[in-house]
């Protein structure tokens, strides 16, 4: 069984970055797509990027332009570069590998942005 640990997370003030990382265990990391996923307060879970095992990425809209997803394969991680932070970007985000109808979820990491 994939194991999913997200790190990264913290407080930091609007126009700031982090970089949220993802490191998988238990299998074949390279064969998986990956996503990253948030969660405010009171909304639906939702997709904010997403890189395939084969390097095509693919981005919420709200995120374009300020968000990168990357993988680093031979460390069997994931990332997240979050640049031009938002208070609007405050949520739980959490690390996600799909592999056909496998899914395994992280435990999520939060991001709070002040305005």
């Known amino acids: 069984q994939v194991q999913l640990v997200e790190s990264g997370g913290g407080l930091v003030q609007a126009g700031g970055s982090l970089r949220l990382s993802c490191a998988a265990s238990?299998?074949?990391?390279?064969?998986?797509?990956m996503s990253w996923y948030r969660q405010a307060p009171g909304k639906q879970r939702e997709l904010v990027a997403l890189?395939?095992?084969?390097?095509?990425?693919n981005y919420a809209d709200s995120v374009k332009g300020r968000f990168t997803i990357s993988r680093d394969n031979a460390m069997n991680t994931v990332y997240l570069q979050m640049n031009s932070l938002k208070p609007e970007d405050t949520a739980v985000y959490y690390c996600?590998?799909?592999?056909?109808?496998?899914?395994?979820w992280g435990q999520g990491t939060q991001v709070t942005v002040s305005s």
């Open positions: 238990g299998s074949i990391f390279s064969i998986y797509d």
């Open positions: 996600k590998a799909l592999l056909g109808r496998i899914v395994y």
């Open positions: 890189i395939s095992r084969g390097g095509v990425t």
